[in-house]
């Protein structure tokens, strides 16, 4: 038992579980037990001199795992920019929502539920998307939605009617579907499943071919399996570089859906699905709880609102990764230098509490009419806690399921249809029962989903061993 991960009965390796860590002797040679691991690749930097690389990095110069640490921080901010502007531009028109009901003469919960369908597009639309992504590469599918945003935002400048809103709304929430799904890492793993003394034997094998020296032996790349040019700039700007899989379209199409069945995914879909779409229900109410009295904001002051929240964002963004990786390298350590998925679960830990107060509280200081600080703290609590949710289930996922990650992302990204049909009661809801009680009911949920992770992390070993070994899995995986 590894920590409190059930050991696997039946398979000598359960795929996810790696080498992550070694030892290192006076002669700065790298082993674990009696493997000697210097051959393999690990990573720089102040105290992780004893961290492999989990996947080893190829030796093709195009593989990003190679690139310079220059080129794939930008990549990472033009992501991210790219990622928070799509993310703001749904929520964006909310503190509207009251003004917007009553020129169209609407009950801000129908308007509320009308203008969630764009949150259903969203879910379906990602299926569809996703499998464009796959087949034929994601920059020329990630274009198109930041087109269809572009069009779709132009469109809502001269909207003046619910019907014509509601259209170009529809039309950017397909734009924002290839978003919802950022693979989390590139598998260049050639076949490995992490096996480190089996990567070790077959490095030393051909070092012993090529009459390396052993001073030499730490300065050459791992996998030697293949050998390529390096791409000029000219082929990296391309949008299109052809066809990406010899899947067909509609296999890919369907594979999320088939992914459902894995109990990582499904766990995934609760664990992260169902907590992030409290945000985006809450989100939707924000005109009605702040513009009625006592507080009476503005549009702009309920826009003000947000600000909480990406102040959240942000520290929450900065925060959970590192904490993370802490936590992933101090658990292997721990456990002898193996990794196990699983350990990426602990920091839900945070989601837990955090999570749990802040909805609690939200909903709280909304009824007795504490000072709008208070619930606007709050709501900035539940974007920083949940981010630690985000970065949990992202890691596990990929960690269980490196070869299928996109239709695994892409399968969890059902809950928009789950936000869709919250938006169509919460108002009414609130008015009916007061926020009170029905951010303490979203808190209970939450926790409960929370939870979830403590049996998921105990036998999640065990089940990604049986997902592995039977059939259906197995023909899924392969569809």
């Not at 000219?234 to 999320?256: E, N, S, T």
Request: aromatic share 12%; proline share 4%; hydrophobic share 45%.
């Amino acid at each position: 038992m590894g920590l409190g991960v059930l050991e696997d009965r039946h398979l000598e390796h359960v795929p996810g579980t790696a080498l992550l860590t070694d030892s290192v002797d006076a002669n700065q040679q790298h082993h674990h037990g009696d493997l000697d691991t210097t051959v393999l690749r690990h990573a720089k930097g102040r105290g992780d001199g004893d961290v492999i690389l989990v996947p080893q990095p190829s030796r093709s110069p195009n593989d990003p795992l190679n690139w310079p640490l220059w080129k794939k921080d930008l990549m990472l901010f033009l992501i991210c920019i790219d990622t928070a502007v799509v993310g703001a531009w749904g929520p964006m028109i909310s503190p509207g929502y009251a003004d917007m009901s009553e020129s169209w003469n609407m009950s801000y919960n129908a308007l509320n539920g009308g203008l969630g369908w764009g949150i259903f597009v969203i879910g379906i639309s990602c299926f569809f998307t996703n499998a464009l992504a796959v087949v034929y590469g994601r920059r020329p599918v990630f274009l198109l939605g930041n087109l269809l945003l572009f069009i779709s935002s132009l469109w809502g400048y001269f909207a003046h009617s619910y019907s014509s809103l509601l259209a170009s709304r529809l039309i950017g929430c397909i734009g924002m579907s290839p978003f919802e799904v950022r693979d989390a890492i590139f598998n260049t793993d050639q076949g490995t499943q992490d096996r480190a003394e089996e990567l070790t034997e077959t490095k030393l094998a051909k070092l012993e071919e090529k009459h390396e020296t052993v001073e030499n032996i730490d300065r050459v790349e791992t996998n030697i399996t293949f050998t390529e040019e390096k791409h000029s700039y000219a082929y990296d700007l391309k949008i299109f570089h052809g066809r990406q899989c010899d899947d067909a379209y509609w296999k890919v199409l369907v594979r999320p859906l088939m992914m459902l069945v894995f109990p990582q995914v499904l766990f995934s879909f609760f664990a992260y699905g169902l907590t992030t779409s409290w945000l985006v229900v809450v989100g939707s109410v924000l005109a009605q709880l702040f513009t009625a009295p006592p507080y009476n904001f503005s549009v702009s002051g309920v826009g003000l609102v947000s600000t909480s929240a990406l102040i959240g964002s942000i520290i929450g963004a900065f925060t959970s990764g590192p904490i993370a990786d802490w936590v992933v390298k101090l658990m292997a350590r721990r456990n002898g230098g193996v990794y196990e998925p699983e350990f990426r679960l602990v920091i839900i830990i945070v989601t837990l509490i955090l999570g749990g107060i802040s909805f609690f509280g939200f909903g709280w200081s909304l009824e007795v009419h504490d000072p709008w600080i208070g619930p606007v703290i709050f709501y900035g609590i539940q974007y920083f806690s949940v981010g630690f949710m985000n970065i949990a289930v992202y890691g596990y996922l990929t960690d269980c399921h490196r070869d299928k990650a996109p239709e695994a992302f892409a399968a969890i990204n059902l809950r928009n249809i789950y936000s869709f049909g919250m938006n169509y009661f919460v108002s009414s809801w609130i008015v009916s029962q007061g926020p009170k009680q029905v951010f303490c009911i979203v808190g209970g949920i939450h926790v409960a989903i929370c939870l979830c992770a403590i049996p998921m992390y105990i036998l999640g070993k065990r089940c990604r061993s049986w997902t592995s070994r039977v059939k259906i899995f197995q023909v899924v995986m392969r569809a």
